[in-house]
């Protein structure tokens, strides 16, 4: 057998070398000369070539991604507190985990759920539609094909429910499917369909009641907290609704449909369980409680309302819209003013908490389309926390705008002590459009039995009608029965429940004529135990055995946070009007509202995204393309765009914005990605981070996974800087933003510049006698604000402040200028902002002369400076880390000696170990921070290693060129064949050079390093930072 074995190896061998011969042989035969033998050699040794360095690259990939998966596994494991931006996000945090499991169980079922879907059309669905209407009898489903691409889990959150008999399961949903359904009306000749589907929302699972018996979980609650987003691509004679207004409309349409099963308050149920009693109230269980709003006003609303072609500006005509998942409301309508006045109370139930949102989207009213000037979110946990909530709320999308809402949480109480105390105190509140609520009304409608035919051998259509007061609510129709189950359940607000009855009609549907009713005072479930009517109820003109089986639950909305006799919150830098002085008496000083300078400033370091979805497609799909993706930054009504990185589904843009906010609840830094193109952008996905954690954490550097699309994520820092009022920081500050300046966009802000308008004085007269109607204006740089305009008076008192964000504070200044309502001016300041810096606290508050004025104008402010300091904790003195997001400054103390002018060249981040499995030897080039350039020009470094004392091409590596910056990011791995032992003799030497020009082969020698490995645990492996040294030192 061996010899036989040697035989076939040796006619292999032969073989193979008479397949070399093949080429010549068929060139001589076709009469081919030699280049020709040659070029096509060479084509077919560069096609090796390529392919070999193709697979050998994803299989370095696919290594790579083993290896830190492994390494993170084993760092949780054992409990290494790995940085957070060093971690993937599933891993820093927990709580939301992957599902990757779950995604390939969905892919495999999803061709049966195919197949149950179309059964459940063509046998349930479709004969219900012809059942409806006498127009649709010959409805059917001519095709149901679910596609081959299915729903995505793109993150689970588990988390207790509100007691030990549920679980609480958050699914973030992406749904992109090529989903085909084709629907036909024979009798008008009328086809129709969809071709392409996406959904992407955060689906809610309530596993309740848990069982001590299999199957343990009794049911299966589904619902959407918030309304998820929709696109339907619509085929056949529906194209009509592609005509812009009709296809949002049919959208619409369907959303509104899906919202009524599945958005909050209504729920879907699963019983996994037969005869589960406890399915109405799973299907409709009582809220958690009522969040009372009282929409206030707005002010510093932008003005949309423009006239002569945008020549002259007018204001707006605001109303607001607010919307709690169906519940929407909408605002009466203010005209001609940018800061309204509304007044108006609604009450909103509230199911889940957190997570149940409030958003309030104002607008600008006109005859065509109305313009938005801002909207807001609140997550309803956080009027939980505080009972009360009143505040200036910022506007996103909204510039300056702010709007003014106070927020109750009223408890349900079950029992009517507290009713009286209720009603006693809902008559004090003056309330518009309606009066407020004193309790809350549950109506679940089980069933009814023996109705009465109308027709002798002909069963009803039964529905019910349940009214209070002038709010009527329906069932569903029950066809063809006269003992209908409808298993449905309705609200209603009681202002009065002990004056107010419940009135319910059971019709038959297409005639509408009455099969029973009945009617029952409110006052009999304020007697009864627990607020609570639990039985059949018989119908009054009805047959003699009908009834209707149905439970009424009361609940008392009380209101158990203490009253707030103190005036309410002003917006910031605005305090409330000052008490009569009694005379003119001047004050010293200005008068600022607490608030006044607790603003921060919000740094968003905007570093890359990776894995987006192509949407650049040739060909009508055939050929795929890529993506030009750019981000837009939304936070405290300001919008940030980044540049565009063109042809690149993991662009970097290493750019930093920042931005000045308060810790007002509710507000958001939002991200949304998008596709550049020439016509219409398209969308890439967005997320965000409540902007509360980052003032919380200080710190929050993480990968972001993008919503509502199937793929992608996106890598922020976001750092809060809380400004302090010492000048010893400003060097440091200002030497570590040079470290920390993007190569892209402005000078990184030092200091924060508040400012507190009071009031002025002695401005001079206009028209002889006639005081001026001022206004002031303030300008620093390009940033420029005004105060509002007082009455007419020599003395006006403005009571409003301000903030800028300075860059070089040694050079800048604030220039004010008070001006008449015309523009004539009355009076300027220019204070120069060392003035600031060399007084006490950094801060100056008195009265200024105004140049240009009256001999005796003067205008009273405080103006205070707050340097910029970063409230990263101090690990070392002078210790810099530079991991997923990008370098960490660590400012050194006050006393430390400055660095010295010769010494380190600079630092290296090197990640070494030794890979047993493989036998190689791997480093891994992070980065260099700090280098010196040897010319005036920014160096474009790269890396070089060499493994000594073999200085052959096979040991030499090198990484990529990265342009014009001194603190180069690389990232990239190399590898080395050879034994531990190999390893532990050898000494790897890294030389940091840049590229001279392109056309030059000459380089510059930035530092290098000389490391012994047999000094390193090349086992165990590490990530450190090495000093650079200079080329010309030795080793």
């Not at 049966?112 to 012809?130: C, D, H, T, W």
């Not at 005639?511 to 135990?529: E, I, K, N, T």
């Not at 199937?710 to 809380?722: A, D, F, I, W």
Request: aromatic letters at 6%; hydrophobic letters at 40%; glycine letters at 8%.
């Amino acid at each position: 057998m061996e010899r036989r074995g040697a035989g076939l190896a040796a006619l292999g061998a032969l073989g193979r070398r008479l397949l070399w011969a093949l080429p010549a042989y068929a060139a001589g035969l076709l009469g081919l000369g030699a280049g020709a033998l040659v070029l096509a050699l060479a084509l077919y040794a560069g096609w090796r070539r390529r392919r070999r360095a193709r697979e050998r690259g994803l299989r370095l990939a696919a290594r790579l991604q083993r290896d830190e998966e492994a390494a993170v596994r084993a760092a949780a494991a054992a409990g290494l507190g790995a940085a957070r931006g060093e971690l993937p996000a599933w891993v820093s945090f927990p709580d939301v985990e992957r599902a990757e499991w779950l995604n390939k169980v969905l892919a495999q079922a999803w061709p049966f759920f195919g197949q149950y879907m179309e059964k459940l059309l063509v046998e349930n669905v479709a004969p219900s539609i012809r059942a409806s209407n006498s127009h649709l009898q010959t409805f059917a489903f001519t095709k149901v094909d679910m596609g081959e691409k299915p729903l995505r889990v793109l993150g689970v959150r588990a988390h207790p429910g509100a007691h030990k008999k549920q679980i609480l399961l958050d699914l973030n949903i992406s749904y992109v499917g090529d989903v085909q359904i084709d629907v036909e009306v024979k009798k008008f000749f009328c086809k129709a369909g969809v071709k392409g589907m996406q959904l992407h929302g955060m689906l809610r699972i309530i596993l309740e009641p848990l069982l001590g018996d299999v199957p343990i979980v009794g049911a299966l609650t589904m619902f959407f907290i918030r309304r998820p987003t929709l696109d339907i691509n619509w085929t056949g004679m529906t194209n009509l609704l592609d005509i812009p207004g009709l296809s949002s409309m049919s959208d619409t349409m369907i959303m509104d449909a899906i919202s009524s099963y599945l958005v909050l308050p209504n729920r879907l149920l699963v019983p996994l369980v037969p005869d589960l009693h406890e399915a109405a109230q799973l299907r409709c269980p009582l809220p958690r409680g009522v969040v009372r709003v009282h929409l206030r006003a707005a002010r510093d609303l932008r003005s949309k309302d423009r006239f002569m072609g945008g020549l002259v500006e007018g204001k707006s005509d605001p109303y607001a819209v607010l919307r709690v998942g169906t519940q929407v409301v909408t605002s009466r309508v203010i005209d001609n003013n940018l800061n309204p006045t509304w007044d108006e109370v609604y009450e909103f139930v509230v199911h889940e908490v957190p997570g149940q949102e409030m958003e309030v989207e104002l607008f600008d009213k006109d005859p065509d389309q109305d313009d938005l000037l801002g909207r807001m979110k609140l997550d309803f946990g956080e009027v939980l926390k505080a009972r009360v909530l009143e505040e200036w709320f910022p506007l996103q999308e909204g510039g300056r705008g702010r709007l003014h809402l106070r927020l109750e949480w009223l408890s349900l109480m079950s029992d009517a002590s507290k009713l009286d105390q209720v009603l006693e105190r809902n008559r004090t509140i003056v309330a518009k459009p309606d009066p407020p609520s004193a309790a809350i009304l549950v109506v679940y409608l089980d069933r009814a039995e023996e109705l009465p035919m109308k027709k002798p051998g002909k069963e009803p259509n039964p529905m019910v009608q349940v009214s209070v007061q002038d709010v009527t609510r329906e069932s569903k129709v029950i066809y063809n029965t006269s003992a209908p189950v409808w298993e449905d359940a309705f609200r209603f607000f009681l202002h009065d429940p002990v004056n107010q009855d419940v009135d319910i009609q059971v019709k038959d549907d297409p005639r509408q004529s009455s099969l029973g009713s009945l009617s029952l005072p409110l006052a009999r479930l304020l007697d009864a135990p627990e607020l609570t009517l639990d039985q059949p109820f018989q119908l009054q003109r009805s047959g003699p055995g009908s009834r209707l089986y149905m439970k009424l639950v009361l609940r008392v909305l009380f209101f158990d946070a203490p009253e707030n006799g103190g005036p309410p919150p002003t917006p910031p830098g605005q305090p409330d009007p000052p008490a009569s002085t009694g005379g003119t008496h001047r004050p010293p000083h200005a008068s600022p509202d607490p608030q006044f300078g607790s603003e921060h400033v919000l740094r968003i370091h905007l570093l890359e995204a990776e894995n987006l979805i192509a949407k650049d497609n040739f060909f009508k799909g055939v050929v795929r393309g890529r993506s030009d993706p750019y981000a837009k930054v939304r936070v405290a009504g300001r919008v940030f765009r980044s540049r565009v990185v063109k042809e690149d589904l993991n662009p970097r843009w290493n750019e930093v914005y920042e931005v000045i906010v308060d810790n007002v609840p509710g507000q958001d830094v939002e991200f949304d990605l998008f596709d550049k193109d020439i016509d219409k952008d398209d969308f890439l996905g967005r997320c965000k981070v409540p902007l509360r954690r980052v003032l919380s954490s200080r710190i929050v550097d993480e990968w972001l996974p993008l919503e509502e699309v199937k793929s992608g994520r996106l890598h922020v820092r976001l750092e809060n800087l809380t400004p302090s009022p010492s000048a010893a920081l400003l060097e440091q500050v200002l030497h570590t933003n040079s470290l920390l300046q993007p190569a892209r966009g402005e000078e990184l802000s030092a200091a924060l510049l508040s400012v507190f308008v009071d009031r002025a004085a002695d401005l001079p007269l206009r028209k002889g006698s006639k005081p001026p109607a001022a206004f002031a204006s303030l300008a620093v740089r390009d940033v420029s604000v005004k105060t509002k305009t007082c009455t007419p008076t020599a003395e006006p008192v403005w009571d409003e402040g301000f903030s800028f964000l300075i860059k070089r504070p040694h050079v800048e200044s604030l220039e004010l200028q008070v001006k008449e309502e015309g523009g004539q001016p009355l009076g300027a300041l220019s204070l120069p902002l060392p003035q600031l810096l060399a007084s006490e606290g950094l801060a100056l508050d008195g009265w200024f002369p105004l140049a240009g004025g009256g001999p005796g104008s003067q205008v009273l402010l405080r103006a205070q400076l707050g340097v910029l300091v970063s409230q990263q904790p101090a690990e070392a003195p002078g210790e810099e880390e530079c991991g997923a997001g990008g370098l960490r400054q660590r400012l050194l103390p006050a006393d430390s000696p400055p660095e010295p002018a010769e010494g380190p060249r600079g630092r290296l981040q090197l990640t070494l170990w030794y890979h047993g499995d493989e036998h190689k030897l791997v480093a891994i080039v992070h980065a260099c921070r700090k280098l010196r350039p040897v010319s005036k020009e920014l160096p474009d470094p790269y890396v070089s290693l060499v493994l000594l004392p073999d200085r052959s091409r096979g040991t030499k590596r090198k990484t990529s060129v990265q342009k014009k910056t001194l603190n180069p990011d690389f990232n990239e791995r190399f590898e080395w064949d050879m034994s531990l032992e190999e390893a532990s003799r050898r000494k790897l030497e890294a030389h940091v050079k840049s590229t001279l020009s392109f056309m030059s082969r000459e380089k510059e020698a930035l530092g290098k390093l000389h490391l012994d490995l047999a000094q390193v645990d090349l086992s165990e492996g590490g990530t450190h930072w090495y000093e650079l040294r200079d080329e010309r030192s030795s080793p």
